[in-house]
């Protein structure tokens, strides 16, 4: 396989994790999922744990892009950048592939925090929060890293309510409570 192969592999593997979970995603599914025989998958990776290492740097590195672009296309102020997160998470909350956080799912399945999957899933989360505390210290916030650690724990709770299916709009609830506590955090917002 080509380098270009190798990453086409990856493309396609991380849908089908997504899709199906780790666990329950075994070699002969990849094969008849992507198409690839398991002689070129073990020329690239030795295992399925380092594939799914793989699979989850691709969708940190899409997924941050993704909504980063998202929160500056839809805001250009800090503050407003952080409730356009939610704006954004509605946009995929309604896609009809979504089927949550890979990276929930993946701590969910790999639950030592020293197996390496769950460590590049709590990586993916730490860059979230290193983002989000500077938009804070950006606003003006007294304790960024607090403001940051209590938006991002809507945005998860928010993303756990829609894949269970309760009631309401979970994007639009965190937003609304988001609201509040940048109210709480930075004062009113004057640019309204």
């Known amino acids: 396989m080509r380098p270009n192969k190798r990453d086409e592999l990856v493309r396609k593997a991380l849908a089908v994790f997504y899709r199906n979970g780790f666990h329950a995603t075994g070699m002969d599914m990849l094969v008849a999922e992507t198409g690839v025989s398991k002689t070129s998958m073990y020329k690239h990776f030795r295992n399925k744990d380092e594939l799914i290492l793989a699979a989850l740097r691709l969708r940190d590195e899409s997924f941050r892009n993704w909504l980063y672009r998202r929160m ?3 805001s250009e102020c800090p503050r407003g950048q952080m409730l ?8 995929w909350f309604a896609a009809p592939d979504f ?9 969910a399945e790999f639950q030592e925090p020293e197996h390496p999957i769950h460590a590049q899933s709590a990586e993916h989360k ?7 505390t500077a938009l804070a210290r950006k606003a003006g916030a007294a304790e960024p890293d607090r403001l940051a650690r209590s938006i991002l724990l809507l945005k998860e709770g928010a993303i756990v309510t829609r894949v269970m299916g309760n009631a309401g709009d979970a994007a639009a609830d965190a937003r609304a409570a988001a609201d509040i506590l940048l109210e709480h955090a930075l004062g009113p917002d004057t640019a309204r």
């Open 72 to 74: 500056e296309a839809l």
């Open 84 to 91: 356009a997160m939610f704006d954004a998470l509605a946009e």
């Open 99 to 107: 089927r949550g956080c890979m990276f929930i799912k993946a701590v």
């Open 126 to 132: 730490r860059l979230l929060a290193e983002h989000f």
